[in-house]
């Protein structure tokens, strides 16, 4: 599941990786620290800047267990896939594990 999640994160931040500059990298603070409970405390690899930008994008999102706690956040993430941000929510399309 853990895998899942990182793999579905990692596609965000290939997707948004053109909009990056050298010179923003080059900036970028390499010392994130994921909260305790976040979707950034899942992020790890070998890359400090990509790492720090997940944390960063996804510190504010809580991990939660039940459809229950993750209406009741403002930003949150579901084992399932559920995304809720706003009140609002949307699924994320699960990865296949052979990938």
């Known amino acids: 599941m853990r895998e ?3 793999q579905a994160l ?5 997707s948004s990786r053109d909009l990056w500059r050298e010179d923003r990298c080059s900036k970028q603070q390499n010392d994130v620290v994921a909260g305790v409970g976040t979707v950034a405390e899942l992020i790890d690899g070998d890359h ?5 930008y997940l944390r960063k994008r ?3 999102m809580l991990r939660a ?3 229950a706690e993750a209406l009741a ?8 896939g559920m995304i809720v941000q706003s009140g609002e ?3 994320i399309k699960p990865i296949a594990k052979d990938l």
């Open 10 to 14: 990692s596609r965000t931040y290939r």
């Open 73 to 80: 956040s403002q930003r949150s993430l579901t084992q399932d």
């Open 48 to 52: 400090p800047a990509a790492v720090s």
């Open 4 to 6: 899942h999640r990182f």
């Open 58 to 60: 996804f510190g504010g």
């Open 65 to 67: 267990t039940t459809d």
């Open 89 to 91: 929510y949307d699924r």
